[in-house]
Antibody, heavy 121, light 110 residues
Framework: EVQLVESGEVLAQPGESLRISCSAS????????MYWVRQAPGKGLEYVSG????????NYVDSLKARFTISRDNSKNKLYLQMNSLRPEDTALYYC??????????????WGQGTMVAVSA | QSVLTQPPSVSGAPRQRVTISCSGS????????VNWYQQLPGKAPKLLIY???LLPSGVSDRVSGSRFGTSASLAISGLQSADEADYYC???????????FGGGTKLTVL
C-alpha cells in the first residue's frame, strides 16, 4: 500500500525555524516527484514546493522561496521541508504529496494526512 | 487571490447533475492539462480527475472532466450526499513554472 506519513504536529514561535518530514512507503520513491501543499485553517489548498525525482530540480511559490527549502533523501525514502523565519501566516496543515510520474507538471496522485504547523507567540 | 478561478459554492438536489467551472489563462489551462481533487470534510484531498478527463482507478464514472480554451469543468451526475465536499482544480503554469490551484468550490447536496 502506498503511504505517506508526515512528522507530528508542531508548535513554533514567530521567527523560529523548523523542519518537517514525510516518510514514504509502498512505491519506488526515487522515481517520483514530490510536493508540499499547505492548507491554512478554513482556507483552500496552496502549492508550496515541488522537487524532482533525483532532487536536482525544485520550484516554490514566490512568496515562500526565500524562507522555505524542499529536499529529499532517496536512500531513506524521505521528503523534507525546511522552514525558516516562521510567521503566524505560515500556520497550516502541510501535506506531503506524491506526483504521478517524473514530471513536476503532473498530477498529485497520493496525499498524506498532513502535519499541522502552528506559529504563535 | 488564486491563479485559477472557481465558484465558491454550487449545489444540487440528489440525482441531479452539477458542474464546477475552473477559469484560467493561456499560460496555465490554455496550454496544460487540468487535474481535479476532492476533499471530503476533515480529510486529505484525493485525486478525482487527471489529464483533463481521465479517472483514477476506483473513482466513480458519475464524474467527468473537460477542458476547452482557458477553462475546464468538472461534472458530477446522479448526485449523492456522499459527494458533499470541496473540489479543487489545478494545473501547471508556464509563466510561474509551478503548479497552481483554484480557490476551491464547496458542493452542497440539497
Amino acid at each position: 500500500e502506498v503511504q505517506l506519513v508526515e512528522s507530528g504536529e508542531v508548535l513554533a514561535q514567530p521567527g523560529e525555524s523548523l523542519r518537517i518530514s514525510c516518510s514514504a512507503s509502498g512505491f519506488s520513491f526515487s522515481k517520483y516527484v514530490m510536493y508540499w501543499v499547505r492548507q491554512a485553517p478554513g482556507k483552500g489548498l496552496e502549492y508550496v514546493s515541488g522537487i524532482s525525482d533525483n532532487g536536482g530540480s525544485t520550484n516554490y511559490v514566490d512568496s515562500l522561496k526565500a524562507r522555505f527549502t524542499i529536499s529529499r533523501d532517496n536512500s531513506k525514502n524521505k521528503l523534507y521541508l525546511q522552514m525558516n523565519s516562521l510567521r503566524p501566516e505560515d500556520t497550516a496543515l502541510y501535506y506531503c504529496v506524491k506526483g504521478s510520474g517524473g514530471s513536476l507538471r503532473g498530477a498529485c496522485d497520493i496525499w498524506g494526512q498532513g502535519t499541522m504547523v502552528a506559529v504563535s507567540a | 487571490q488564486s491563479v485559477l478561478t472557481q465558484p465558491p459554492s454550487v449545489s444540487g438536489a440528489p440525482r441531479q447533475r452539477v458542474t464546477i467551472s475552473c477559469s484560467g489563462s493561456s499560460s496555465n489551462i490554455g496550454n496544460n492539462a487540468v487535474n481535479w481533487y476532492q476533499q471530503l470534510p476533515g480529510k486529505a484531498p484525493k485525486l478525482l480527475i487527471y489529464y483533463d478527463d481521465l479517472l483514477p482507478s476506483g473513482v466513480s464514472d458519475r464524474v467527468s472532466g473537460s477542458r476547452f480554451g482557458t477553462s475546464a469543468s468538472l461534472a458530477i451526475s446522479g448526485l449523492q450526499s456522499a459527494d458533499e465536499a470541496d473540489y479543487y482544480c489545478a494545473t501547471w503554469d508556464d509563466s510561474l513554472k509551478r503548479q497552481v490551484f483554484g480557490g476551491g468550490t464547496k458542493l452542497t447536496v440539497l
